[in-house]
C-alpha cells in the first residue's frame, strides 16, 4: 500500500490556495496540452483574486470564486511548441517546455502500469527510446474516500532512454506509433494500479443513478480511512508481536538470516507451498523470510543441483548456504529454477533461505507441491512441508486497499485530471472483475459513461484491450471460463458510441498474467485510434463474428472485419480453437477451414449443429484465425447459454 490522501491534506491546501495562486500538479514543466480543442486551465488563489493566464499568443483572465476556485479556456491551439505557460495574480508561476499535441489517459490494472523495462525486448527498447515529442506523467498510486482536487506529486518526463523505461509499456508503444503517423507530440496520463476492479474507478454518483448498483452503493458509507487505517495497524502490529515475539530487528541480525548457522528453532513454521496470507498472517506486505534445512549424503555432497521454488509472490533473493543463487523482482507468475554450483553443498546439513518482498495481495512460495524441490542429476527430493518464517519488515499497515470499497481510485486518481483537455482513453482491465464477468457488461459501460460525463467533453474515444490468454482456472466450454465471459463481456461494450478493442488472445502466456509482448498491444491500440479517431483509411481490427448457418451438418460461419481476406498461418490450412455443439448444448472439438471467406465448422459427434464457439477458453493461444492484416479474430459464441458468473455481484465485505 503506497499512502492514503487525508482530509487534512487538502485542508492543507485550501489554507495555502487563500494565500498564493496554485496550479494542479497536473500542469507542470514538459507537459502536453490538446490540439484543436478549447484547453482547460485551473487552480486556487485567494477568493475574487485576478488571475491571468498567458500562453503562446493567448492571454486570459479569470477570477477566483469565493472558494478560491478559478478556470479559464484557452482557445484551441494547434500542434507545436515549445511553449511557456504562466499564471499570474498576487505571484506568478512559471511552466516550461509545454508541447500541444494528443493527450491520452491510459488507465487500468497492472498491465497498463506494467512498465517498459520489463517488457519484451527491454533493453533495446530503451535504447532506442529517444522521442522528445512524447511526454509521460504517473499519477501516484493512492486512494480516497471522497472526490479530490489534486494529487501530491507526479512530474512529467521527456521519452529517452533515461526516462521511458518507467514509462507505461502499452502505452509508450501507443505513443510512439501515435507521433509517427501524426508527427505530433503525444502526452501520456498514466493513471493505473495492479489488480483494481473497474468498481474502484467509478463514481458514486454513477453507482446511485445505476439500477444495477445503487442498492450496492447505498450500504456504502464514506468511509473515515484514517481511522481504519490506524486501527488496522494497530491489529497488524499485535498480530506480528503474537506471531515471532516483540524482538527489535537490526540490520546485523538479518544479515545472519542467510547463513546456515543461523539458528532459527525459535521461528514460527509454515507449509510451503502457500501463500501466507491465507495460512499465517491475512494481509501481510512487506519483506519476509523463508528457511528450510535439508540433509545430503557425503555421496551427493559437492555436486551441482537444481533449485526449483514453484513461484514466488513478488521478487526474491535465494541462498543456498548463504550463497546468493538467483532472484528474480516483480515476476510473481514466473517459475524459480536456479542452479546450485558445484562444491556449495555438503554432507549432512544444508540451508535455503529465501528473501521475499511482497508489495501486495498475496504472498510467498506458492504453486504445485511436485514444483518445490531439488534436483542432482536425474534424482529430485521434495522441499515442500515444513519452512521456518520470519518477518523483516511490515510494509502493509493494514490500510485501506483500492479494491476494500467502491470510488477510492475515482476519487483519488481521476477525480483530481478532470477537466484537464484530452483526446481519450486507453484501458487494459478485466482481470480482477473476471469471475463476476457478466455484471461486467453492466459496469463496465457504466464506468466509460461516468468518465465521459465528468470530462463534459462529449463521447471521447475510449478503446480498451480485451484480455489476452492465461490458464487462469483450465476454463473451457465445458466447464465454463470466467475469463471468456468477461472477453465476451467487452466485446458487447463496443456497443457504446466511439469505443474499440484490441485483440490480444494469440500474443499472451498461457502461465504469466503478465505478458510481455507490450509493443503488439500498444500498436494495435494505436490502429484502433488512427482508424477511428484519426481517420485514416487502414484496417484496425481482426474478424468478428456476424452469424452463423447451418446446412446439413456443418455450420457456417460469417464474419466482419474481414479486412482483406480470412487467413490462418497453419500451413495446412486448418483451423483451431473451434468448438460445436448440438442441443445437448455439450462442445466437441471442431474441424474447421476457410472456404469463400466464412469458416465452416463440423464434428462427427455433432450430427446437428446448434452452436459454435471459438478460443472459448482461459487460455486462448490455440485460435489461429486471422484477416490478412494480421488481426487476430475476436473470440465468440454463437450461443447465449448460461453461463457460470452469471450470479455473481460486486459486494463490500
Known sequence: MKHVISLITFCCLAILAQAQIKLPHIFGDNMVLQREKPIAVWGWAKAKEKV???????????????????????????????????????????????????????????????????????????????????????????????????????????????????????????????????????????????????????????????????????????????????????????????????????????????????DDASWPVMQVPALWEEKIFPGLDGIVWLRKTFSLSEADAGKAAELQLAMIDDSDETYVNGVKVGGLTAQYNTPRVYAIREGLLKAGKNVIAVRVTDT??????????????????????????????????????????????????????LNPLIPYTIQGAIWYQGESNAWRAYQYRTAFPLMISDWRKHWGLGDFPFYFVQLSSFNDHNGNSNAGSTWAELREAQTKTLALPNTGMAVTTDIGESNDIHPRNKKDVGY?????ALS??????????????????????????????????????????????????????????????????TVVVSSPAVTSPVAVRYNWMDDALEGNLFNREGFPAEPFRSDNWKGITENNRFSVQ
Not at 511557456?84 to 498576487?90: D, F, I, P, W, Y
Not at 457456417?556 to 498461418?569: A, E, M, R, Y
Open 360 to 413: 501486495g495481495g498475496g504472498g510467498g512460495i506458492y504453486g504445485p507441491a511436485d514444483n518445490v524441490k531439488f534436483s542432482i542429476g536425474d534424482r529430485s527430493e521434495s522441499l515442500a512441508g515444513n519452512w521456518k518464517l520470519r518477518v523483516e519488515n511490515m510494509t502493509s499497515t493494514g490500510s485501506i486497499g483500492p479494491n476494500d470499497y467502491p470510488t477510492l481510485l475515482f476519487n483519488a486518481m
Open 52 to 262: 491571468i493566464i498567458k500562453f503562446h499568443n493567448q492571454t486570459k483572465t479569470a477570477i477566483a470564486d469565493k472558494t478560491g476556485k478559478w478556470i479559464v479556456k484557452l482557445d484551441a491551439e494547434k500542434a507545436g511548441g515549445p511553449y511557456t505557460l504562466t499564471a499570474s495574480g498576487k505571484n506568478t508561476i512559471t511552466l516550461k517546455n509545454i508541447l500541444v499535441g494528443e493527450v491520452w489517459i491510459c488507465s487500468g490494472q497492472s498491465n497498463m502500469e506494467w512498465p517498459l523495462r520489463m517488457s519484451s525486448h527491454s533493453a533495446q527498447e530503451i535504447a532506442d527510446a529517444d522521442y522528445p515529442q512524447i511526454r509521460h506523467i504517473k499519477i501516484p498510486n493512492v486512494v480516497a474516500s471522497t472526490p479530490q482536487e489534486d494529487f501530491n506529486s507526479g512530474d512529467w518526463k521527456v521519452c529517452s532512454p533515461q526516462t521511458a523505461g518507467d514509462f507505461t509499456a502499452v502505452g509508450y508503444f501507443f505513443a510512439v506509433k501515435l507521433a509517427k503517423e501524426l508527427n505530433v507530440p503525444v502526452g501520456l496520463i498514466n493513471t493505473s494500479w495492479g489488480g483494481t476492479h473497474s468498481e474502484t474507478w467509478t463514481s458514486r454518483e454513477a453507482f446511485e443513478n445505476s439500477p444495477e448498483f445503487k442498492s450496492m452503493i447505498a450500504t456504502v458509507p464514506v468511509v473515515n480511512l484514517e481511522a481504519i487505517n490506524k486501527k488496522r495497524t494497530a491489529e497488524n502490529a499485535q498480530k506480528l508481536e503474537a506471531l515471532q515475539g516483540k524482538i527489535t530487528i537490526t540490520p546485523q541480525e538479518v544479515e545472519r538470516w542467510k547463513s546456515p548457522e543461523y
Open 524 to 528: 494495435r491500440l494505436a490502429a484502433v
Open 532 to 597: 477511428d479517431t484519426y481517420k485514416k483509411n487502414i484496417v484496425s481490427r481482426g474478424p468478428a463474428f456476424d452469424k452463423l448457418v447451418v446446412q446439413n451438418s456443418e455450420a457456417v460461419i460469417s464474419f466482419k472485419n474481414s479486412g482483406s481476406g480470412l487467413t490462418t498461418p497453419d500451413k495446412y490450412g486448418y483451423l483451431r480453437g473451434f468448438e460445436i455443439a448440438g442441443s445437448d448444448q455439450k462442445f466437441y472439438p471442431a474441424r474447421a477451414f476457410i472456404k469463400e471467406g
